[in-house]
């Protein structure tokens, strides 16, 4: 399966499905959840990273079971906006992850996210290192996710 960008992701999915916002680090992989109207995203859970075909597996059940159509992961791009080695191997990565999966899926710049995240865990709930460390990938997930949510046109009309 090719990656897609994400007004075409939005164009392929039914209406009030949700999306799965993946932060994929070297150990833990964070995931978060769209609503059904896709305009918010919530903090799901924390996995360990392991094996590719086990991830898949895990990530088709959440999908049948929050009715999710789609999935956005997030990549690491330099600072100036090239893909480096890490960018490259997390595209690899969601490539891969789509193909086992069967679900469309696009990247979204993750740059400082982690950053942002700790930052606010900090300076606004005075999390310890400890504590951080449990929260702070789901959160990068759930950041991702709305940043891409925010960009994306409505896939809902409110009235």
């Not at 709930?125 to 460390?133: G, N, Y």
Request: glycine share 6%; net charge positive; hydrophobic share 45%.
């Amino acid at each position: 399966m090719t990656l897609l960008t994400l007004p075409q992701l939005a164009a392929t999915l039914p209406r009030h499905a949700r999306l799965l916002g993946i932060d994929p680090g070297r150990k833990q992989v964070g995931l978060a959840l769209s609503d059904v109207s896709r305009m918010v995203a919530s903090p799901f859970q924390t996995v360990k990273r392991g094996k590719l075909g086990q991830m898949a597996t895990f990530i088709r059940a959440v999908a049948q079971e929050h009715g999710v159509a789609g999935l956005v992961v997030g990549v690491p791009l330099s600072l100036d906006g090239s893909f480096g080695p890490a960018a490259q191997a997390s595209r690899d990565w969601a490539m891969d992850l789509s193909t086992q999966t069967g679900l469309p899926t696009c990247l979204w710049d993750e740059r400082l996210s982690s950053s942002a995240v700790n930052r606010m865990l900090i300076q606004e709930a005075d999390l310890s290192r400890a504590k951080r460390a449990e929260a702070v990938d789901k959160l990068a997930a759930a950041y991702i996710l709305q940043a891409a949510l925010d960009s994306m046109p409505s896939a809902i009309t409110p009235f």
